[in-house]
């Protein structure tokens, strides 16, 4: 069977804020990580940002929103 691969995704970083939407090659890093597992896996990004979600979907990668009250 499939498993799911959750990718968290949090927009705020102390050591480098927006982290996960710098660009890797053609992509942002989340979407990058994301493609690597994509024929594997079932994959889903978790994340507290609209926009990470919003740019999720715009790559067809299934998302969710989380709340940016959960701790790291």
Known sequence: GKAVIIIPARI???RF???VLASIGDFPMVI??????EGLDKVVIATDSKEVFDIAKSYQFQAVMTSAEHTS
């Open 17 to 19: 804020p927006r982290k």
């Open 32 to 37: 990058a990580t994301a493609k690597r597992v």
């Open 12 to 14: 705020a970083s102390n």
